[in-house]
């Protein structure tokens, strides 16, 4: 019994041993603002905002500790970061964005049909205007013919409503056009930026998609040769 209290006793004395050379591991060196050496073995509260060294027990460096940062550098650091974020984030939506777009136009022909279809409405609406103010100046000429029998004389009632009711129609298609014509330059254009971006996409597409192979619609020389020598056979 008296050798497992002697071992218990050995057990202990070399864990004190142990964690007082754990505990006293590292010292810490610091030069304060007045120049003054400052030595202990943890981290130094004085000199939190300047450097200190921290040396193994030979005196070898062990490493720097850099001074604790200021509020303005604590703030400069996560607006940097910040900033990181968020370009992280829009370099992902366009990633996904063009992702999307060369989902919907695989190629240009459809793309081009998209903007033919988009634009089909908007020419149909120029060509409805264009087309009523065409019957409305024909219904308006007649109406003048018959102005010329009251020459110097106030216009029948009837006659001048339906005058101004022309003239208010006419205004209207004409203040349309404009407009409608605006929306066809506005669907044009965002075509066109679409454009710029699906040939970069269809000129680097992403990892596993197909690039796209621009195809030429004129007739290739095979073609062009077979058709010359049916038509010489006939």
């Known amino acids: 019994m008296s050798h497992l209290r002697a071992a218990a006793a050995i057990a202990c004395g070399l864990c004190l041993l142990v964690s007082s050379a ?23 509260a004085a000199c939190t905002d300047l450097v200190q060294r921290e040396l193994n027990q030979d005196g070898s460096l ?15 650091i996560e607006a940097r970061e910040r900033a990181e974020r968020t370009k992280r984030i829009t370099n992902d939506d366009e ?3 063009d992702h999307m777009l060369a989902l919907r136009f ?6 081009n049909a998209a903007r ?40 029948p009632a009837k006659l001048k409503h339906l005058l101004d009711a022309n003239e208010v ?21 965002n075509f ?14 992403a990892p596993g998609a197909t690039a796209v192979v621009p195809v030429s619609t004129a007739p290739s020389v095979t073609a062009a040769g077979s058709a010359r020598r049916k038509t010489a056979s006939n």
Not at 62 to 76: D, L, S
Not at 118 to 135: C, G, K, M, P, W
């Open 192 to 205: 066109d930026a679409e454009l710029e971006r699906l040939k970069r996409v269809w000129a680097n597409p």
């Open 95 to 97: 990633a996904r964005r």
């Open 116 to 155: 033919e279809s988009a634009l089909h409405n908007a020419r149909r609406a120029v060509q409805l205007s264009e087309d009523r103010i065409t019957t409305l100046a024909a219904e308006r000429k007649p109406l003048l013919e018959d102005t010329e029998f009251f020459a110097g004389k106030p216009l």
């Open 106 to 111: 695989p190629n240009p022909a459809a793309h």
């Open 62 to 76: 062990k490493r720097v500790i850099p001074p604790a940062m200021t509020y303005e550098q604590r703030n400069a």
């Open 169 to 189: 129609a006419m205004d209207a298609q004409r203040s349309l056009l404009p407009i409608q014509n605006e929306e066809i330059g506005r669907i044009n254009a």
């Open 22 to 44: 754990a505990w006293a591991a590292s010292i810490y060196q610091c030069v304060d603002a007045s120049g003054k050496r400052l030595t202990a073995d943890r981290p130094i």
